[in-house]
């Protein structure tokens, strides 16, 4: 059962444009998102965070938003340049108790085209 | 660099041979997280250590796999016996603090032939 879905395995935007990722999830009780950036053979990267008294957290070319009622959030990256090309993780987690592992979607492969 | 590290690398075992994974938390962190990736799939969370404790281990296949983050050195994940199903990235993962961000590792790609 997969508690955080990322349905688009691959995306692709032309550069200067926005890119929009997708992510939603199931259990009520996440409380927290990340975004993270993969590229191959490297580690997630982090990029931007969000709690869940919040709707929309910004930093310079990241955005992200979320839904609660939909259970859904994005990520928003304008403009799209080169370097943005990689695989983008939406994460999750839970408060209570010491659990803080994150759960993470399968990611979505961003193509910025010139 | 004060990043995550994590080493080796790369690692090669052969069918029931033992894997260690070393991994070096941030400057300042205590809290250590592994993760395992396997082909087409997204990070599966495995464990959660503070310095000399297992917080949870709720990811954790109940044979083979252990972890331990002792006060001096390291964090270890020792996978006993591989078998060709524990070939994966094994990613690490440090935080200063429950619900703080975490920063990954480069990862360390087990192959079992």
């Known amino acids: 059962d997969q508690q955080v879905k990322q349905n688009s395995p691959s995306l692709s935007v032309q550069e200067g444009r926005i890119s929009i990722l997708n992510c939603d999830y199931t259990?009520?009780?996440?409380?927290?998102f990340l975004w993270y950036k993969k590229y191959p053979a490297e580690g997630p990267t982090f990029l931007i965070s969000?709690?869940?008294?919040?709707d929309k957290n910004e930093d310079g070319r990241f955005t992200v938003f979320l839904n609660k009622s939909a259970k859904h959030l994005s990520l928003h990256i304008v403009p799209s340049q080169p370097g943005d090309s990689a695989v983008y993780f939406c994460?999750?987690?839970?408060?209570?108790?010491?659990?803080?592992?994150?759960?993470f979607g399968k990611g979505t492969h961003l193509i910025i085209q010139p | 660099n004060a990043g995550v590290m994590q080493n080796p690398r790369h690692l090669v075992r052969r069918r029931g041979q033992e894997a260690r994974l070393r991994c070096s938390p941030m400057k300042g962190h205590s809290h250590v997280y592994w993760y395992r990736q396997l082909p087409e799939e997204g990070l599966k969370f495995m464990v959660y250590?503070?310095?000399?404790?297992?917080?949870?281990e709720s990811g954790m296949p109940k044979e083979r796999f252990s972890a331990e983050f002792p006060k001096e050195g390291p964090s270890i994940l020792r996978i006993q016996q591989v078998v060709r199903g524990d070939s994966a990235a094994y990613f690490c993962?440090?935080?200063?603090?429950?619900?703080?961000?975490?920063?990954f590792g480069p990862g360390t790609r087990l192959l079992v032939l």
């Open positions: 969000i709690s869940s008294i919040k």
């Open positions: 994460a999750a987690s839970a408060s209570g108790g010491g659990a803080d592992g994150l759960t």
């Open positions: 993962a440090s935080s200063s603090g429950l619900k703080e961000t975490q920063y």
């Open positions: 259990n009520s009780m996440f409380d927290y």
């Open positions: 250590l503070q310095k000399e404790n297992i917080i949870d």
